[in-house]
């Protein structure tokens, strides 16, 4: 059974660092791409960054240069790191796995297996 646990959310001030884990189940080793999301309270859940299983990374405007995502190997745990964080980061971050190759998934619904999530607070 596929399972993934996000770790390491949350509250910080403006300008802080988090780092969130997230552990996958042995289940999860046959996906091709992790990513991480962010949920705003009312919206949907928006891309922040994306690994698949040959390194490739990529990452959505908003990590702004300011989030790197990461992992030792295919069977470790995969990373967010956060600095330089806003307010507007605030949100519950998933992280989530595909089937499919990062740069052949075409949405949400490409990610199959979720997180229950974490929550970030920045706020002064």
């Known amino acids: 059974q596929v399972r993934l646990t996000e770790s390491g959310g949350g509250s910080v001030q403006p300008g802080g660092s988090l780092r969130l884990s997230c552990e996958a189940s042995e289940d999860t080793y046959s996906q091709k791409c992790m990513g991480w999301f962010r949920q705003a309270p009312g919206k949907e859940p928006e891309g922040v960054a994306a690994?698949?299983?040959?390194?490739?990374?990529q990452y959505a405007e908003r990590a702004d240069g300011r989030f790197t995502i990461s992992h030792d190997s295919w069977k470790s745990p995969v990373y967010l790191e956060m600095n330089s964080l806003k307010p507007e980061d605030s949100g519950i971050y998933y992280c989530?796995?595909?089937?499919?190759?990062?740069?052949?998934?075409?949405?949400?619904?490409?990610?199959?297996?979720w997180g229950p999530g974490t929550q970030v607070t920045v706020s002064s």
């Open positions: 690994i698949d299983t040959d390194g490739n990374i």
């Open positions: 989530a796995a595909s089937p499919r190759r990062c740069r052949t998934v075409r949405g949400l619904s490409d990610f199959v297996y």
